[in-house]
């Protein structure tokens, strides 16, 4: 304003993107039509000082046990516990209004401060399943029609291998506050360790179950012996990760209605059609899961790979064009008119105060090369 002096005011941040944990949330096929989530984005700031209002934030609800990585496979967040929440994409910072450029030797800023651009990614989400008791045996062993007896659960059941192709789970209820989940996982078979059948989409959900069960098949149908069919499970199972034997397991002989009379197997023995053994085993798996619950440390907190960027770097490509990459850099010369002088000596100021006209000089910059930090791209000059 013409003898007013500036009274910009500023824009407002742009909205972030969470991902919040959500126990009301059992998988991730919302992003399977609708990959892309977005923040609000704020309003301009205007003149009599007028900021701009945020946008608003954006909360993605993802199930326990949901693994974020990056498009390389590295892992960034585990988010494990229902209300976790993990900055997936934060919001740009608003640009700052000429007012905030005032000082006793400007007197009439004529720019203003860009607003920053919104981070933007690409991130890979997998879900592996939070059960406390895992169903491990080969095909068609009985594990759909047990976790359809002892459970709510509904899964699909016919006799033929790999009819269980998804991970069902079932929640067990023993009395008013004895309750466990248990998961009815596909058919294991021998080389699963190695990506055979269902391979890892079977074994990468076994990670988390704080017990595993084995069913052993007493069949005259099975094809190995009982104690060769729990060699290879076991074998299996430490073939994709060792730490897998040391679970508290139960091992369990299925389908005992059919078995033979001399059938070598001297553990508990179920029947999944008769009931047979049921209440025995139910009860062993309440008191294995308590207990594998009592010895765990309760998370307060989920666990972050991601580490926080600070500062900035300065790269240099094969033509010899050096780049100044960071935020607080990038940002230093986010200003609305770089042709106007004053903003132009605003932005080596900010740029000196950060130090890069010496990291420039200590990188081998010289007298001429090619330089770029965001948009802007100047040439190299030795301050002295």
Not at 236 to 253: A, C, F, N, S, T
């Amino acid at each position: 304003m013409p003898f007013g002096g500036p009274d910009g005011g500023d824009g407002g941040t742009g909205g972030s993107v969470w991902l919040v944990v959500d126990r009301n949330v059992s998988s991730l096929i919302a992003f399977k039509d609708h990959p892309h989530r977005a923040g609000k984005s704020g309003t301009h700031g205007q003149g009599q000082r007028k900021h701009g209002k945020g946008g608003g934030d954006r909360e993605v609800l993802v199930p326990e046990g949901t693994v974020v990585r990056d498009q390389n496979g590295i892992v960034l967040a585990d988010l494990l516990q229902p209300g976790d929440r993990w900055l997936a994409g934060e919001g740009g910072r608003g640009g700052r209004g000429n007012a905030r450029f005032l000082s006793n030797r400007r007197r009439a800023p004529a720019f203003a401060e860009q607003g920053e651009v919104g981070e933007e990614r690409w991130l890979r989400l997998e879900l592996k399943l939070m059960a406390d008791v895992a169903l491990v045996g080969f095909p068609s062993v009985g594990k759909s029609t047990l976790i359809s007896t002892i459970s709510a659960a509904k899964p699909k059941i016919a006799d033929y291998p790999f009819t269980t192709l998804e991970p069902n789970l079932g929640v067990v209820r023993v009395d008013d506050t004895t309750e466990f989940v248990v998961a009815d996982l596909p058919g294991l078979i021998e080389g699963a360790s190695e990506g055979r059948g269902l391979g890892h989409q079977f074994l990468r959900h076994v990670e988390r179950a704080r017990v595993l069960t084995l069913l052993i098949d007493l069949s005259p149908l099975a094809e190995h012996s009982p104690a060769e069919q729990e060699r290879i499970l076991l074998a299996e199972l430490g073939g994709y990760q060792p730490e897998l034997l040391d679970r508290p397991r139960i091992v369990v002989g299925s389908r005992a209605d059919l078995a033979e009379d001399d059938i070598d197997f001297e553990g508990p023995r179920i029947a999944a059609v008769t009931g047979e053994g049921l209440r025995s085993l139910v009860g062993q798996m309440a008191v294995a899961v308590q207990a594998a619950r009592d010895e765990l440390p309760e998370a307060d907190a989920f666990v972050v790979h991601r580490p926080v960027a600070e500062g900035y770097r300065i790269e240099r490509d094969d033509s010899g064009t050096w780049t100044v990459i960071g935020r607080q850099a990038e940002r230093a010369v986010a200003l609305s008119d770089l042709t106007n002088v004053e903003a132009m000596d605003e932005a080596h100021r900010r740029l000196r105060a950060l130090g890069v006209d010496k990291a420039l000089a200590r990188a081998g910059a010289q007298l001429g090369d090619t330089v770029h930090i965001g948009k802007l791209a100047f040439d190299y000059e030795d301050d002295r």
